[in-house]
């Protein structure tokens, strides 16, 4: 699987977006970009995932580039609840459907 | 169930000891995954089943460390001869299609 490269932290005003970024310059023509989250000891919590289209859901919005070396997670309107640590994973369905975890971005939202 | 239940939640073995973790995913998931996590670490893959059938075990750090999923549903991690260095949180995900993950709340494995 393609590797990802996140900043390591990273603050946030509350009732701010919240831009993640994520670069990706070695992901395949069938490697999918997922995004999870794990707040404190939780376990992961999935948050969204795309191709080569832009996604959005009730938690994010994803936007991938066009030569998809790179995304951004959005969380239009962070809160409390959104301080977390957020992975940004490359996926091949293919091969598995492993998800390997890297270091993440600790965020912290800030009121 | 409603989510992914693991059991138990905590559990404390001395060294040498043999220990069995439960993980029951949500009801219909193909697929059922293994992870194991350290303090401030990301979770790291141990395996995964497709139905009962183990796709991949690539990430069992070694012999001691075994998985089924006799029936396709219900899977058990079991550890043998467990060492202080195997305390860690253990976690099980299931997945319907390979796509989005529910992970359970974990096993908290303290060896000592």
Known sequence: DAKTTQPPSMDCAEGRAANLPCNHSTISGNEYVYWYRQIHSQGPQYIIHGLKNNETNEMASLIITEDRKSSTLILPHATLRDTAVYYCIVMSKAAGNKLTFGGGTRVLVKP | ?112
């Open chain 2, 1 to 112: 169930g409603a989510g992914v239940s693991q059991s138990p939640r905590y559990k404390v073995t001395k060294r040498g000891q043999d220990v069995a973790l439960r993980c029951d995913p949500i009801s219909g998931h193909v697929s059922l995954y293994w992870y194991r996590q350290a303090l401030g670490q990301g979770p790291e893959f141990l395996t995964y089943f497709n139905y009962e059938a183990q796709q991949d075990k690539s990430g069992l750090p070694n012999d001691r460390f075994s998985a089924e999923r006799p029936e396709g549903s219900i899977s058990t991690l079991t550890i043998q001869r467990t060492e202080q260095r195997d305390s860690a949180m253990y976690r099980c995900a299931s997945s319907l299609d390979g796509g989005g993950y529910t992970f359970g709340s974990g096993t908290r494995l303290t060896v000592v």
